[in-house]
T-cell receptor, first 117, second 112 residues
Framework: AQKITQTQPGMFVQEKEAVTLDCTYD???????LFWYKQPSSGEMIFLIY??????QNATEGRYSLNFQKARKSANLVISASQLGDSAMYFC??????????????FGKGTKLTVNP | EPEVTQTPSHQVTQMGQEVILRCVPI?????FYWYRQILGQKVEFLVS????????KSEIFDDQFSVERPDGSNFTLKIRSTKLEDSAMYFC??????????FGPGTRLTVT
């Protein structure tokens, strides 16, 4: 079973508008973390935003905010005032504790965002 | 701002050859990871490394893979005998406390 589900393979948004990228997760852990990364066509993975499971407030970083709904197990990324440079793949990931006691990231399949002028 | 660096950016090798991918972590980070992304697919965890030993490895990380920190700064991933299906982008990630992970720019490995 998938632990991170991103149901939108592709999204389009007009420049300057806001867009929401969906992410749902599955875990039985009480303590976990949720991340969003941006991957432009050049291939690097750029950390955008982090939400801890015990954080009461939604995380925000500039134009990025994370709409965290714990009961629904969703962690949607909201990008406000989209820019052409926001066109990229966006991956949602969950920090998962391993059997060995360390932690790893489990990624979703990604959403390709295209910002139109 | 400190960042994770990886070399080479692109490696082309023949099937059966050994490759070593290198990563320089952010200086105060203690947790190191390798991930792999086959073209067009999601990022997959390979291995985590802390205190000079492997903390966890995935089923992908079989006997042909190894990691080490040879000189206290570089963190390397060795693939002993490459296969065509090893062609992928390999990302190193590092973390100060094991929570937020910062990724390097990746090494694109092409096995021919």
């Amino acid at each position: 079973a998938q632990k991170i589900t991103q149901t939108q393979p592709g999204m389009f948004v007009q420049e300057k508008e806001a867009v929401t990228l969906d992410c749902t997760y599955d875990t039985s852990d009480q303590s976990y973390g949720l991340f969003w990364y941006k991957q432009p066509s050049s291939g690097e993975m750029i950390f955008l935003i982090y939400q801890g499971s015990y954080d009461e407030q939604n995380a925000t970083e500039g134009r990025y905010s994370l709409n965290f709904q714990k009961a629904r197990k969703s962690a949607n990324l909201v990008i406000s005032a989209s820019q052409l440079g926001d066109s990229a793949m966006y991956f949602c990931a969950m920090r998962e504790r391993t059997q060995g006691g360390s932690e790893k990231l489990v990624f979703g399949k990604g959403t390709k965002l295209t910002v139109n002028p | 701002e400190p960042e994770v660096t990886q070399t080479p950016s692109h490696q082309v090798t023949q099937m059966g050859q050994e490759v070593i991918l290198r990563c320089v972590p952010i200086s105060n980070h203690l947790y190191f990871y390798w991930y792999r992304q086959i073209l067009g697919q999601k990022v997959e965890f390979l291995v985590s490394f802390y205190n000079n030993e492997i903390s966890e490895k995935s089923e992908i990380f079989d006997d042909q893979f190894s990691v080490e920190r040879p000189d206290g700064s570089n963190f390397t991933l060795k693939i002993r005998s490459t296969k065509l299906e090893d062609s992928a982008m390999y990302f190193c990630a590092t973390s100060e406390r094991g929570h937020e992970q910062y990724f390097g720019p990746g090494t694109r490995l092409t096995v021919t």
